[in-house]
């Protein structure tokens, strides 16, 4: 079956209803295709930048930090909780993944091939064209890619996206004592609210592998060598 017949039998059925389901799919069906069709006539992508500059990025080489990624061991609840999820289920949520691709590649700065690998390795759902873009376009070195500026900061998207911590406790179990409101960044809470919901920071839960505002700036520093030459 064909993407055009695929659009067409979605623009059939959505006659008359209401809400963007079907556009929705519609747009991630286009988004696949334009994968599909970047992978084919750049096959080199899957490992090496799009964009010619990227090749010289200053990125940095951490066995260490990537795999406190790869294990949900970062100090930050809301991506611990998708690594974990991932390495348990073969599957997160696509928030999920922006906001750990962006961590790895911009706070850490470890080449987005590591992180492409890891999925690659690890989603049920996993396709070669998606993985290479969707890693690409997070880094900054692909086609059409965010702002090499937009760095998500974890703790205002667990905030947005996980507010009464659902997703966190689920798969952070060593915080699920933790009160809502300091669920996620436990590392602000206070002495007496960790002591309560027994946790030692860095000991039963691990402390943030860098601060947010350091990590952000370190990667503008990166990318701005990159921008200027």
């Given at each position: ?7 067409r ?21 286009g ?24 090749a ?24 611990d ?10 599957w ?49 070195s ?15 998207q ?33 002495a ?38």
């Open positions: 079956m064909s993407p055009l017949q695929v659009y039998a979605v623009r059939h059925a959505d006659e008359g209803a209401s809400g963007k389901g079907a556009e929705n799919f519609l747009s991630e069906l988004w696949r295709e334009f994968c599909a069709q970047l992978l084919f006539h750049f096959p080199h992508t899957t490992a090496k930048p799009l964009k010619e500059q990227f010289d990025f200053p990125w940095r080489e951490s066995q260490s930090d990537l795999k406190a990624w790869q294990t949900g061991q970062t100090g930050y609840p809301i991506v909780a998708a690594m974990r999820q991932l390495w348990e289920t073969g997160m949520p696509n928030r999920a993944r922006m906001v750990v691709a962006s961590f790895l590649t911009k706070h850490l700065l470890i080449p987005w091939p590591e992180g492409a690998d890891w999925f690659w390795d690890t989603l049920v759902d996993a396709d070669l064209a998606n993985n290479a873009s969707n890693w690409q376009w997070v880094a900054g692909g086609a059409d890619a965010a702002p090499y500026f937009r760095i998500f900061n974890p703790i205002l667990s905030e947005k996206f996980d507010p009464e911590g659902e997703y966190i406790r689920r798969w952070v179990p060593e915080l699920k004592d933790l009160e809502s409101k300091d669920l996620h960044a436990p590392f602000e809470a206070s007496s609210s960790l002591s309560e919901a027994g946790i030692d920071l860095g000991k039963t839960y691990p402390k943030p592998m860098i601060e947010h505002s350091k990590g952000r700036q370190r990667a503008l520093d990166a990318y701005d060598k990159v921008k200027n030459g």
